[in-house]
């Protein structure tokens, strides 16, 4: 994923109503499915890396009614998964 023009930020509102801003880190398709890998957008001086609230989110691209929407993946398995893929990428990353 290119960085040229800077991070991509999404708000995605939780099941409470609550906004979360959050920063793309990269996209992968796997089996026939588009997964999105994220992080919490929070000011560096306000990072708690220990906090639960901090982590990658992975959500999920599904079309409904010809609209574009993220939800959860829907096993503890399919989480697994494609969590080891996108590691998978981020340190291949690293390493070039």
């Given at each position: 994923?290119?960085?040229?023009?800077?991070?991509?930020?999404?708000?995605?509102?939780?099941?409470?109503?609550?906004?979360i801003?959050?920063?793309?880190?990269?996209?992968?398709?796997?089996?026939?499915?588009?997964?999105?890998?994220?992080?919490?957008?929070?000011?560096?001086?306000?990072?708690?890396?220990?906090?639960?609230?901090?982590?990658?989110?992975?959500?999920?691209?599904?079309?409904?009614?010809?609209?574009?929407?993220?939800?959860?993946?829907?096993?503890?398995?399919?989480?697994?998964?494609?969590?080891d893929l996108?590691?998978?990428?981020?340190?291949?990353?690293?390493?070039?």
């Open positions: 994923m290119s960085e040229e023009f800077g991070p991509d930020f999404i708000t995605v509102t939780d099941e409470d109503g609550n906004d801003e959050l920063e793309l880190l990269d996209v992968l398709e796997h089996k026939g499915q588009t997964y999105m890998a994220f992080f919490p957008a929070v000011p560096e001086d306000e990072t708690d890396e220990d906090s639960e609230d901090y982590g990658m989110v992975i959500l999920k691209s599904i079309h409904e009614n010809g609209e574009e929407l993220l939800s959860t993946l829907d096993s503890e398995e399919e989480l697994t998964e494609v969590y996108f590691m998978e990428l981020l340190f291949q990353d690293e390493e070039e």
